[in-house]
């Protein structure tokens, strides 16, 4: 894509509003440098490329509005590709608004959200993918998060969109060459080859779709839900994992009266912490409301934990709660180990069959540091922590690799059946067109707006 900006020149605040001890302006655009120099008293005349130059921005009547550190970054080795300067003003609200006031008075247009970043990709400087995962690096909470967003930023999965789309390309060169010079000698060696480069194109799509469900977690963070009966030690337990006390932890049964939801990084994973209430029949109506979004939060939760009360034995309460319970997504903490144990796991693991029991005594912080590991095994489903750098965290990725295998499976089936390869190339073509989506290359402006409206101003 060979877009290029000519006509006008772009600015905005690249950093938040409030106090701080710098605030940033930045300008976009041929008349970038022209900006600068009109309202930016300083030596020398002209500034070097990418050279830090003191001086004070000064308003039309003279006056000077900040002390300020400005740079500038000339076209094509920019974030934009084009001609960018950035003003290193105090951080504060009325210097940063005077200059910018002053700027878009020199003829600069306020910034779109995200216009910064989506000149970047009409401009080639990187592809919409990448563009993507700006806002993903942004918005990280968790070092997981930060780093597979990284990885996106570097162009991990355009590299593989791209070589997925390189395989599907042979395969439509293949089939234009029969398409425009039959030859019955080879088609049947050609129906062969077909069938076994579409099947590679399918499982190198079905391996990415298969890593969005850790992408979701490491994008949105894993819902774990702690359940149990009151007073088991539910409130202790998110205490101890969130190193300080949220929650309210008596010996009174029904304190939590409602779901306490509370967001933490666990060993560079981000985790959802969602504390309910003790699960129990009670008459209390605002006690029986909370049981109730108890319930809800463990239908909806991706991991439960099922704190047990190792000296009290296992009663219809817990019975009744191991009812809602998903074993495979179940880990029961046995708590108060350090008191007289009248439940064993043996018996646990016959109620919850291949629920993961750890023994703990949370008053004593012992058995916390299981509970951590056993929360981020979860997130890659027992297996190896990812080396493929390649992890969809996107639901536009996802939702467009979906339809990509689904033409390829049809495409698949019309080529068992031995159907006309004219036939066949429309499926395997859709396949192209809809992975072209993801990195850029064939999507719509209206798709394009929608995903840099999510931007923030001055990015």
Not at 84 to 109: N, Y
Not at 156 to 183: H, Q
Not at 199 to 223: R, Y
Request: with cysteine; aromatic share 4%.
């Amino acid at each position: 894509m060979d877009y290029k900006f000519t006509e006008d020149t772009i600015a905005a605040i690249a950093t938040p509003f409030g106090e701080g001890g710098i605030g940033i302006i930045r300008i976009s655009g041929e008349e970038s440098e022209r900006i600068l120099y009109e309202i930016f008293k300083r030596k020398p005349e002209v500034m070097e490329d990418r050279k830090m130059t003191y001086g004070h921005i000064v308003g039309d009547d003279g006056r000077k509005i900040d002390e300020v550190l400005a740079v500038v970054m000339r076209a094509p080795r920019t974030y934009t590709g084009e001609d960018v300067v950035e003003i290193d003003c105090h951080g504060g609200i009325v210097p940063l608004q005077k200059t910018l006031e002053l700027v878009l008075s020199k003829g600069a247009r306020l910034a779109e959200k995200g216009e910064f970043t989506k000149r970047a990709f009409l401009n080639g400087r990187i592809d919409l993918s990448q563009a993507e995962a700006v806002m993903d690096l942004v918005k990280a909470k968790a070092d997981k998060t930060y780093d597979v967003a990284l990885d996106q930023l570097e162009g991990a999965v355009s590299r593989r969109i791209r070589d997925i789309r390189s395989d599907i390309m042979d395969i439509l060169v293949d089939l234009t060459v029969n398409i425009d010079y039959p030859d019955e000698d080879i088609e049947i060696e050609t129906y062969s080859k077909l069938d076994t480069g579409l099947s590679n194109v399918k499982e190198k799509i079905s391996k990415l779709i298969e890593s969005s469900q850790t992408g979701k977690i490491i994008s949105e963070g894993l819902k774990v839900a702690i359940v149990g009966k009151p007073n088991v030690g539910k409130s202790s337990l998110l205490n101890s994992l969130l190193k300080e006390t949220r929650a309210i932890v008596t010996d009174v049964p029904g304190t939590t009266r409602d779901t306490i939801e509370e967001t933490l990084n666990v060993k560079g994973i981000p985790v959802v912490l969602i504390d309910t209430a003790g699960i129990r029949e009670t008459e209390d109506r605002v006690e029986s409301i909370g049981i109730e979004k108890s319930k809800e939060s463990l239908n909806k939760a991706d991991l439960a934990i099922f704190v047990m009360d190792a000296n009290s034995g296992v009663d219809d309460i817990d019975r009744g709660i191991i009812e809602y319970l998903d074993p495979k997504k179940t880990i029961v903490v046995l708590n108060k180990m350090d008191l007289d144990v009248r439940v064993s796991s043996k018996e646990i693991s016959a109620l919850l069959p291949s629920a993961e029991i750890i023994e703990t005594s949370i008053k004593n912080d012992e058995g916390v540091d299981l509970i951590e590991n056993a929360i981020v095994s979860r997130v890659y489903k027992g297996e190896a922590k990812q080396e493929d750098s390649a992890i969809i965290t996107n639901a536009r990725h996802k939702n467009l690799l979906e339809k990509a295998g689904a033409s390829i499976d049809d495409a698949m089936e019309l080529s068992g059946r031995e159907e006309p390869f004219e036939i066949i190339e429309i499926e395997v073509n859709d396949a192209y067109e809809t992975l072209g989506e993801i990195i850029g290359e064939t999507v719509q402006d209206d798709i394009l707006n929608e995903v840099f409206s999510r931007f923030c101003l001055g990015k």
